[in-house]
């Protein structure tokens, strides 16, 4: 199954999306809209590796080396992983004639990955129930998934130039 992937596309589908998904979090940025700070996926990371996966709040934990890096490092690598599995579940030929609903699909549908695991183990709560406004939270991740599978469709686009 592996070999028959165009791993190319993958590569240029993971960044472009992630690269979209950063244009996104800039525009809010501009609007006083905070987006998640990859340094502290960075830590949460970092500090996996003396067994600790879950934080009460991951701002409190200690600083770690380099956490900055892993973080943006591992944001990329994620989207990568993300169209990586998006392929796999698609028929061959989506990439050859890319549509947007299925890519759109799957972005709204990889929310599931920060309501259920990263944010309940930073300290957020499921589906960022902890934060000071559960709803806007959860709003801004759908809409940024949602951006990152029109990532993954625009990237495909792009990709056909070539």
């Known amino acids: 199954m592996f070999a028959t992937i165009d791993w190319w596309a993958v590569i240029v589908m993971g960044i472009g999306a992630t690269a979209l998904l950063d244009v996104?979090?800039?525009?809010?940025?501009?609007?006083?809209?905070?987006?998640?700070?990859?340094?502290?996926?960075g830590r949460w990371l970092s500090l996996m590796r003396y067994?600790?996966?879950?934080?009460?709040?991951?701002?409190?934990?200690?600083?770690?080396q380099n956490e900055c890096a892993i973080g943006w490092f591992s944001h990329y690598l994620i989207g990568v992983i993300f169209?990586?599995?998006?392929?796999?579940?698609?028929?061959?030929s989506w990439l050859a004639a890319p549509s947007l609903a299925p890519a759109l699909l799957f972005g709204l549908?990889?929310?599931?990955?920060?309501?259920?695991?990263?944010?309940?183990?930073l300290g957020l709560g499921i589906a960022a129930a902890k934060t000071p406004a559960p709803m806007a939270a959860r709003?801004?991740?759908?809409?940024?998934?949602?951006?990152?599978?029109?990532?993954?469709?625009?990237?495909?686009?792009?990709?056909?130039?070539?």
């Open 24 to 41: 996104w979090g800039l525009l809010l940025s501009k609007l006083g809209i905070r987006s998640l700070n990859y340094c502290m996926v």
């Open 83 to 92: 169209a990586l599995l998006f392929l796999l579940l698609m028929p061959s």
């Open 51 to 64: 067994g600790q996966f879950k934080h009460l709040a991951i701002n409190n934990a200690a600083a770690q």
């Open 139 to 162: 709003v801004k991740s759908i809409l940024s998934h949602a951006v990152f599978g029109v990532g993954l469709y625009l990237s495909a686009i792009v990709l056909l130039q070539f």
């Open 109 to 121: 549908l990889s929310v599931a990955m920060p309501f259920f695991v990263m944010q309940p183990a």
